[in-house]
């Protein structure tokens, strides 16, 4: 089955600083799908990344999918305390006709002021 | 448009007792997905429903099923429960059935944060 690794598990940046969170696929992604979430909420979709070399942005933040498509990095440029949160990446994993979105287990962010 | 809404958000239950969640899809979704999310194991797909049928499942126990209205309404039924089902609940949303079509977002509810003791 198809595992996500995230790292770093916890990050604590100054605000105002840059920080880049990774996902690293033990299988080829042919889809990879970022949210952030705050405790002990929901989940709030940020992007999606299909293609090797892809790279789509959303205010300060900035994802990207490698050539070989087995690792995204997600970058935010200038850290905001609103940035604060657990970001975690999917990513549609398929057995026979079964399909199920599989999760890493999440990157704490803290942003001190 | 109004999000996905999750009844209730908190709930206390008893070993052994059985529990009905509901979720609320966004208007015009018709694929609703259920996951389990705890401290240790992370999120974890439970099942995905589309047009009332269950299209894709995971790897949980018959205990926990679901059912999904034609309204796109679902529920989760979780019987004999126990204190590893404490957990915060999470239903998603997606206009699309994952694994027809390349582009699969989800969009989720608040949860229910369920505690059993």
């Known amino acids: 089955s198809q595992e996500l690794e995230q790292s770093p598990q916890s990050l604590i940046v100054q605000e105002g600083k840059n920080l880049t969170i990774n996902c690293t696929s033990s299988?080829?992604?042919?889809?990879l799908y970022w949210y952030k979430q705050k405790y002990g909420e929901g989940l709030i979709f940020l992007m999606m990344?299909?293609?090797?070399?892809e790279e789509k942005s959303h205010e300060k933040i900035t994802a990207k999918l490698d050539e070989k498509k087995q690792q995204s990095s997600l970058h935010i440029t200038a850290s905001q305390p609103s940035h604060a949160g657990i970001y975690l990446c999917?990513?549609?994993?398929?057995?026979?006709?079964?399909?199920?979105?599989?999760f890493g287990k999440g990157t704490l962010l803290t942003v001190n002021p | 448009k109004a999000g996905v809404t999750q009844t209730p958000r908190y709930l206390i239950k008893t070993r052994g007792q059985q529990v009905t969640l509901s979720c609320s899809p966004i208007?015009?979704?018709?694929?609703v997905s259920w996951y389990q999310q705890t401290p240790g194991q992370g999120l974890q797909f439970l099942f995905e429903?589309?047009?009332?049928?269950?299209?894709n499942k995971g790897n949980f126990p018959g205990r926990f099923s679901g059912r999904q209205f034609s309204n796109s309404r679902s529920e989760m039924n979780v019987s004999t429960l126990e204190l590893g089902d404490s957990a915060l609940y999470l239903c998603?949303?997606?206009?699309?059935?994952?694994?027809?079509?390349?582009?699969?977002?989800?969009?989720f509810g608040p949860g229910t944060r369920l505690t059993v003791t």
């Open positions: 998603a949303s997606s206009p699309r059935l994952a694994g027809y079509s390349s582009s699969y977002e989800q969009y």
């Open positions: 299988k080829t992604l042919y889809g």
């Open positions: 990344l299909q293609k090797g070399g």
């Open positions: 999917g990513a549609l994993q398929s057995g026979g006709s079964n399909y199920k979105l599989t």
């Open positions: 208007s015009g979704h018709r694929s």
């Open positions: 429903y589309f047009s009332e049928t269950q299209r």
